[in-house]
């Protein structure tokens, strides 16, 4: 490559159109003749009489006094006879040429190093053998840079030229140990070596282009991409976690600045280790219980920006995996009045939608996963009841276009389970069963008539009898000649008609195998009968059983419309039968207040 030394020493052109070298001056010809041989005079004699021929026929009048130029104008063709540069050119480029040579022995140190070790890394992956005796080599050797570096920089702390390129060497080592991710049968011995302690302790490096340089090459090497066993994946993590690595990742969030794009980078490279990590449930709650990290995620959520960026986009989603991976980290977030600041951010979208296919919209679903896996527990419902989230949630059902499916997912989950009865009453108190049932004579996707259905069965299910808010939800399926019963049944027809085609192919494929084979299937076939609408199905059911139970005029509604098709109770008992059944074979692991609700609806039919 040339050098700024050589490309200086030629004259600068102004345009392609002009000569690339210079006239040379008469006087140093003749000079120049006087002092070479007769041979090379005569040739230069006669170059030059050529020259003087051409200038003469174009400069007239007596020759200016020595010392003095004419300036020569450019010819027709655009070219010059002059130097093409001024003096204050020169100036420039005299002054730029001393500046380069300053910066030249740092810079060109640090290109090379670099462009060599890089070199360095490709011809030993075409060239060595990638096993143990070769990760040896790979460890030793990343251990000397590692104590060179640190030496250098104890022993010329003021002179940072003097650690530069131990620190150029570092960090072309730490990036060669990206070659590992290809081969994660090593990972244990990396970490047997101690390399993985190594690694991790330059999160605290002074220099954080290293800090940064290391965390990237951790998201690496704990990507899911990487086809690691579970066992090997496992013996990195750990060794990586024991070397105090989520202190060290929440350093670096600490001190990088987002301002500048290599700080931005490195809190994108933090966040993604945080994200490889949390696939391990164990390790997802170690994550939650260290005392920045929620906090932190929380915070950079809120971080005011025009445009929400990448990086805040990101916090949401790392804290969404989270939240969903354990219910310590749901109670953590809840303390810290998680809950209560995602409420503030999306109110802003109660009827704004954010524009598609942008980081924003990315940000708000995940704030919603946040909360919709929150209310699940009963400090998040209670949280939610406080903050007035169901207030919320109503006028996005009523104004909101894209945040409309998502505050009915809400909805669902913070009415439903043992505790959700608090959240039901509000919902009513809050004037919301005619939203409620506005969307639900409306036509809709599977999995927003399902949110509908879950909605009311768990008002049926929690409301006390004979209280305000269940008197009144009654009273809207009682409305108008029970048009809400209809509508379940029509509903209930769709879902049938899908789930009896499912049976059917279940039962031809049945029909062809041992009884062995048939439990190896029972799960998918069951998971295909929910696909084609079987708990949407037995909602419906559950619904229908509760109104037959409550009210003598639905009962005769229900009863009519079973008998258009040849139905009868025993219909819908079938399907709560099942549903019992299913909870019995899981004991333990469904709410024992919903089998005895099923329980005393079948005896009831």
Same mark, same amino acid.
């Given at each position: 490559m040339t050098s700024l030394d050589d490309l200086f020493k030629k004259p600068l052109l102004p345009n392609s159109k002009r000569k690339a070298n210079a006239a040379r001056d008469p006087d140093e010809l003749y000079k120049s *003749?006087?002092?070479?041989?007769?041979e090379n005079a005569r040739d230069h004699q006669h170059a030059t009489i050529e020259d003087e021929a051409e200038i003469e026929e174009d400069v007239e009048g007596p020759e200016l006094p020595p010392g003095l130029e004419e300036e020569v104008p450019d010819d027709e063709e655009g070219r010059f006879f002059g130097s093409g540069v001024t003096d204050n050119t020169i100036e420039a480029l005299d002054f730029i040429d001393g500046r380069e040579q300053e910066a030249q022995s740092v810079s060109r140190t640090i290109r090379l190093w670099v462009s060599s070790k890089r070199r360095a890394h490709e011809l030993l992956q075409k060239?060595?053998? &990638?096993?143990?005796?070769?990760?040896r080599k790979l460890a030793l050797n990343f251990e000397r840079k590692i104590s060179k570096n640190a030496e250098l920089r104890s022993k010329f702390e003021a002179e940072p030229q003097k650690f530069m390129g131990s620190e150029a060497d570092l960090d072309a080592d730490i990036k060669a140990l990206s070659i590992l991710s290809e081969h994660p049968e090593l990972y244990e011995d990396f970490a047997k070596l101690g390399c993985v302690s190594s690694l991790v302790s330059l999160l %605290?490096?002074?220099?954080?282009?290293? %800090? &940064?340089?290391? &965390?990237?090459? *951790?998201?690496?090497?704990?990507?899911?991409?990487?086809?690691?066993?579970?066992t090997q994946w496992n013996t990195l993590v750990d060794s990586m976690i024991d070397a105090d690595l989520l202190d060290l990742l929440f350093q670096n969030i600490a001190r990088l600045n987002e301002e500048v794009e290599a700080d931005r980078s490195g809190v994108y490279h933090v966040l993604s280790v945080l994200e490889n990590l949390s696939s391990r449930p164990s390790i997802a709650d170690v994550i939650g219980k260290h005392?920045? &990290? *929620?906090?932190?995620?929380?915070?950079? %959520?809120?971080?005011?920006?025009?445009?929400?960026?990448?990086?805040k986009q990101y916090a949401t989603e790392i804290l969404a995996i989270l939240l969903q991976a354990s219910a310590a980290n749901r109670t953590i977030f809840v303390e810290q009045e998680g809950i209560e600041v995602f409420l503030q951010l999306l109110s802003a979208y109660r009827k704004r939608d954010p524009a598609k296919g942008t980081e924003e919209e990315e940000y708000v679903e995940n704030m919603f996963d946040c909360m919709t896996c929150c209310v699940d527990d009963a400090g998040g419902k209670q949280k939610f009841l406080d903050a007035e989230g169901i207030e919320l949630a109503l006028i996005m059902l009523r104004e909101g276009k894209m945040s409309r499916p998502k505050a009915l997912r809400i909805l669902d989950h913070a009415l439903g389970g043992p505790e959700g009865a608090a959240c039901c009453e509000k919902l009513v108190e809050a004037a919301g069963l005619r939203t409620i049932f506005t969307v639900f004579m409306k036509k809709h996707d599977s999995q927003t008539t399902e949110h509908l259905l879950g909605i009311l069965a768990s008002m049926l299910r929690l409301l006390e009898a004979d209280c305000a808010p269940r008197i009144r939800l009654l009273a809207k399926f009682v409305e108008k000649n029970y048009e809400k019963i209809d509508r379940l049944f029509q509903l209930r027809w769709e879902y049938v008609s899908k789930v009896s085609g499912v049976e059917r192919q279940v039962d031809v494929e049945r029909s062809n195998l041992s009884v %062995?084979?048939?439990?190896e299937m029972a799960e998918e076939w069951l998971s295909r009968r929910l696909d084609a609408g079987l708990f949407s199905l037995q909602s419906i059911d559950v619904i229908l059983s509760w109104l037959v139970a409550e009210d003598d005029g639905a009962r005769e509604k229900v009863q009519k419309l079973l008998s258009d098709r040849d139905e009868n109770f025993y219909t819908i008992k079938r399907t709560l039968q099942e549903q019992i059944d299913r909870m019995n074979a899981d004991s333990g692991t469904e709410d024992t207040g919903l089998?005895?609700?099923?329980?005393?609806?079948?005896?009831f039919l």
């Open positions: *003749i006087k002092s070479n041989g007769k060239s060595e053998k &990638i096993d143990s005796s070769w990760l %605290a490096h002074e220099n954080t282009d290293i %800090a &940064i340089d290391a &965390i990237e090459i *951790i998201s690496e090497l704990t990507d899911e991409d990487v086809e690691a066993s579970q005392k920045s &990290i *929620i906090p932190w995620l929380t915070s950079r %959520a809120q971080k005011k920006e025009k445009a929400v960026s990448q990086n %062995a084979e048939q439990d089998r005895d609700m099923l329980e005393a609806l079948v005896q």
